[in-house]
């Protein structure tokens, strides 16, 4: 074989090796993704309770440390103020269980009686998802719903 052909061989490997380690790099440097997130909320009917359930799928290529979740009504305070992680960090979590490659499924689940004062009208659902790895996503309005 001519050297001409050795040096193209090896440099046509060093450009795929290099496209796929900076491939490899980026895709775990992302920062967790939410998808298909929906609400779904249940009003309370005399003695019968009512419901909220959240769901959303999350991918984090580091893995999931936490999902925390946070309904609330859309003429609040954080509406003016604007909603952060650190008001995130006491609120509960969701339950997740793996969906598949670096994705999870995320349900929370909350019973909602006649004596909960929740103000009428559109409500978001926050979420702050925080990986393995100390990457965090936080979007305050992942969804939404209407208490009537």
């Not at 339950?95 to 929370?108: H, I, L, M, N, R």
């Amino acid at each position: 074989m001519s050297r001409r052909v050795v040096l193209s061989v090896i440099a046509g490997g060093l450009v795929l090796g290099g496209a796929g380690a900076f491939t490899l790099v980026h895709a775990q440097n992302q920062p967790p993704a939410l998808t298909h997130s929906t609400a779904h909320y249940i009003a309370p009917e005399g003695a019968r309770s009512g419901s909220l359930t959240f769901t959303t799928d999350v991918t984090a290529s580091s893995g999931l440390k936490s999902v925390k979740v946070l309904a609330w009504p859309a003429n609040s305070a954080f509406a003016k103020k604007g909603l952060t992680a650190k008001d995130m960090a006491a609120v509960e979590s969701a339950v997740c269980k793996p969906a598949g490659g670096d994705s999870e499924q995320c349900t929370y689940e909350v019973a909602v009686t006649g004596a909960d004062d929740s103000s009428r009208g559109r409500w978001h659902v926050a979420v702050l998802v925080t990986a393995k790895n100390g990457d965090t996503t936080l979007n305050t309005k992942a969804a939404d719903f209407t208490v009537a």
